[in-house]
């Protein structure tokens, strides 16, 4: 605490004098250093943009040929030898084992993690307020860990092997906690005064969320679906453990299966350079999947913003 | 009822208008305009703030008062696109000028906004001396003594001082406001500039704050921005009345002593906007 | 995106409509006991995990943590042994390495983006930047692999080789593939989500606070350092827990540019390999439970210290709040 018999000793003209003397001493540092960390931070988002936009150039530009090649989706994979070096075949069996993994996780995922997140909106008990707690670490947690939760469980207690099923059940881990909390968010971002209105009216709350509030985040609900899976599109550890691997084209949940992310990793590491290229050419793919999708979130949420308007 | 107002009171009845723009000049304002992306928002602005006074600029909303403020401490050129043409003094200064680092202008031009706005993550202390630790000054007995003058100014001290390590959202709006007096006169300004300071706060912490402005103008020169014409009424010196014209432009209509535009205004456009016939 | 519906939270309660056990009716039952099942099965992954891993944590005890050999004892006679310390000091320095570049050009580049760029770019960069946090880890990883390393080889190995003391500091790479190259794309790949969150954040401080700031006498850097970024420094924690969260989960990326071996010395430049990358590269190889409880168990120390993580961030932010309250 300042001893105010002190501080009367200090008088206003004294500061003013010390003010000018310290202003004008310190100026020209001050601004310098203003300027220099003015273009450090230029620098800063130069040096962020040049790696990115080299990535995205590069994969482009080797992935883009590829992806027009005839047969790269229709076409199961080949093995190239030196006599043929080109003979790589296609990724269908790939594709289509992405796609089945997907479309089981997103079955399997989204009704649960909706409802969840649901339950956590609208709840404030200690089991709602766990399950909050426990879905956003989930979130954060490594997703190879969900490979191996589809190991211990669906490969190895379950009997059911490395299957395209284990691929799913690994996904469909990584996924819900995303859905629950987005859904929670959207959930509560709907204003309590309709939640309000509706119990005002009399409805009974479980109505007023059904018919009131749920449709009313629906929006955001399908953003933050959509959304996930486009996160689960590009995931390789979890499956990469589980699916087993396969050359077939085949989508049966039983089956070993293969998986267009697993696919790109033992290319990558081939000594052809024609399965190297067949890598970037997963990776466009990919990248293209999941920049459609962003876009449709995007689109859908903005046209129902204007609707609301 | 406020001194000033007594004053003011004695002056009508003796008809004594005093212009204080006969006294020292605190800033002179010439053809000021303010222009953004070509669209000009106030133009032609020509008056001296007299020093040690209380100047108001009032008029409705739109008519670019808040706007004319804004380019007294060059705070439009934090905005793209933004012009300000004209010539604006301080003194023997030239604000727009080259030989003015911006930094010491706003140093000698302080600024109070229309929300209360302490630094969240400072403590009172700190927030009262950071204008002074921007600037350079470290040494604590000079940074102690300037919170207790600022604070004494602004009438704070005694309320807060056995706190001053505490945060700002323990005070309440007023003295939140009064806080940021103190943080702004901390730095010894000539010229506060004001931007409808109590329009965010009660009836009783707007009395206060305005007692403060009439304290407050024997150290330093006061331009204050007011959306109430009353306030303008009850503290200020001097008056200027900008009105938005039909090119949606803000251009300065009258400016008089105070008591002289509240009762027998030059212009019937002004004697319009005291009588509330628009808003 | 930040949720700031707890006012929504406050007020339902206010209206008293918590369905008590006697009012619970189907659609209160269907939310419990889907949510019943989704804690069923988050208990059950880490049971699982940490049952499988059980057997090995018994046999190696710290071991596991300190110890350098991973040798599987199947079929040699002698007993296995399944050390961690290079998993784990790999883990921890390509996500020091990251989080410090991330941390470091993310921070700059989100202040260039709130005040430097024009305010017609904000809403096409903010695009941008979400668009690239989106892209799969695979990709970065595969770049870092067929681009960067080749040029960690020729370029950046020999230069810091040069430098005085250099192949004693730093290593020296097996095909460009190292820790240091690791951390590198790791840096890459967090930094757009890193730049997400924290523009947001630093977008969020109120102009009013910059104004002021500048109104009395500051330069725009004492500003940005002493205001803008203080205020904050909240956002800006949880954006680095949540990328330093995504950089020692990363699998992929990684295992595709460390190098694989483990190592006794963890130069930059040295091969190293990380607890995630490490399982996933030995997965195909792994026969027999005792290779892959062994597995398990570093998996479980990376379980642990994410989740550990996880708490600590939410603790910390949730004391921060309070302290900061609401100006």
Known sequence: MTDSLTTQQITSAEIRAHLRERSSATLRRRMATSRIMTILCWLAISLAAVPLVALLIRLFEKGTPVLLKSGFFTQLPQQPTLFDQTNTGGVSNAIIGSIAIIAYATLASIPIGIVVGIYTAESDSKFASTIRVVASTMVGAPSILMGLFAFGLIVVQLHLGFSILAGSFAVSVLMLPVLIGSTEIAVRNVPPTLREAGLALGAKPSTTSLRIVLPAATTGIVTGAILAISRAVGETAPVLLVIGGAYAITWKPNDPGSALPVTMNSYVASNFDSLKDLAWGIGLLLVLVIFVLSFAARIWAARKQKVQR | ?279 | MVATAKTSQTAVEAEGRRPSASTRGAYEWTLLIISGLFGLVSVWFVGTIIWQSASTFKSQGFYIFTGLNWIPGAGTGSPSQYGGRAMIFGTIETSLIAMVIAVIIGTGTSLAINFLLPQKMKTFVATVVELLAAIPSIVYGVWGMLVLAPWFLYTIGPFLSSLPGGTAIFGTTVAGKSLLLAGLVLAIMVLPTFVAISREVIGAVPHELVEASLSLGATRWQTLWKTVIPTARIGLFGATTLALGRAIGETIAVSLVCGGVIGSSFKPLEPGVTIAGFIATQWGEAVGSDQIGALFAIGAILMVVSFAMSVFSRRLVARQRRAAAVV
């Not at chain 2, 000698?108 to 400072?122: A, E």
């Not at chain 2, 009064?178 to 931007?195: K, Q």
């Open chain 2, 1 to 279: 009822m406020t001194e000033h107002t007594v004053n003011m009171l004695k002056a009508v009845q003796e008809q004594e208008i005093v212009d204080p723009r006969t006294g020292p000049i605190a800033m002179r304002l010439s053809d000021v305009s303010v222009a953004f992306n070509g669209r000009t928002a106030v133009r032609d602005v020509t008056f001296d703030v007299p020093a040690n006074n209380v100047t108001a600029l009032i008029g409705p909303s739109g008519s670019g008062k808040t706007t004319l403020l804004r380019s007294l401490n060059r705070l439009h050129d934090l905005t793209k696109g933004a012009k300000v043409s004209g010539k604006i003094m301080l003194g023997e200064d030239d604000v727009y000028g080259g030989n003015i680092p911006v930094t010491v202008l706003r140093s000698r031009i302080g600024m109070v906004f229309q929300r209360p706005n302490p630094f969240p993550t400072m403590s009172l202390y700190d927030n009262v001396v950071s204008g002074l630790r921007f600037n350079g000054v470290k040494k604590k007995s000079i940074l102690d003594a300037a919170v207790e003058e600022s604070l004494k100014a602004a009438a704070l001290w005694d309320e807060i001082k056995d706190r001053l390590k505490a945060h700002g959202s323990t005070l309440s709006g007023g003295q939140q406001q009064r806080l940021c007096i103190a943080r702004a006169l901390a730095v010894e300004p000539e010229v506060l500039l004001m931007d409808e300071p109590t329009s965010a706060l009660d009836p009783i912490a707007t009395q206060k704050i305005e007692e403060l402005i009439s304290q407050l103008k024997s150290r330093v020169t006061i331009v204050i921005v007011t959306h109430n014409m009353q306030q303008a009424a009850r503290v200020s010196d001097l008056t200027a009345f900008l009105l938005m014209g039909e090119d949606r432009a803000g251009e300065q209509i009258e400016v008089a002593p105070t008591l002289k535009l509240f009762s027998q205004p030059d212009d019937p456009r002004t004697m319009d906007y005291i009588q509330g016939r628009f808003g």
